[in-house]
């Protein structure tokens, strides 16, 4: 065993998403691992982007001797500033998970490189559409760094190599799917000739739903994310067109263990671990 007690805390932000349950299992059986070998993991969730809550788990487990940290951070200077400090001055290695912060000290992240996830979804989104017509965005939570990632590098490639579509409209949903179902309505009712939906994050079966009883589950051409239970679903059903995946379990544990390798025999990461697939 290593000569200090390995402690890693796990913060988990977005946990009221179906996404991040299946995150929490990964996290789950790379603590059973971890305690294994005699090492302690921690795990804080966090239900909606709350970096104040972030932040008191973070000074928390500092306080108690932890010595590692993952967490699924929100855009804010603050805790930008904070995973600095503990990347620095307290010596504290912080991974970044699902959701980055690029411009901190963070020792790595794990996850989806989001930004070609909404290169890729403005892509299929040319190929579908022939190039042409209004498209909207239907985004969860708005300090979620991911989701603001997706956004852009959708937005990015439509102003680059497609003239001829128009992101007319950018809605957040707040990862509840009656606002998102709401968000819908209002998007037909100001844009009639809408021909596509890119949904970022959650709450596709609020959008989908509506498509649906509007009759507009085959006219409108919608792109999601996650391979999820509820999303295959409406894949499979025709309402949406395609999914762009990410293995969530994967996301959930590596973290950890890239943590524990550190901790345990000082095996520092190579690289970013990117994760996709469609």
Known sequence: MAKRKIRIGVILQYMKTPFMQQVLKGVMTAKEEVESFGGTVKIYEIEGA?????????EELREAGFN????????DQLLKARIDQYSEEYGIPVVTFNADLEDTKRLCFVGQDTFQSGRTAAGLMNEMTDGKGQVAIISGQIANPGLISRQKGFTTEIKENFPELEVVDIR????????ASKIVEELLELYPELTG??????GVKGVCQTLKKLGKDRSMHVIANDFLEENKKWLQDGTINFLIGQDAEVQGHSPVTILFQLLFDSKAPE???SIQTL
């Open 68 to 75: 590692g940290i993952a967490m699924t951070p929100s855009e």
């Open 197 to 202: 939906i890119y949904i970022t994050g959650h």
């Open 271 to 273: 690289k970013n671990f």
């Open 172 to 179: 957040y949903s707040y990862d509840d799917e009656w606002v």
């Open 50 to 58: 709350e970096p104040e809550k972030v932040m008191v788990a973070m």
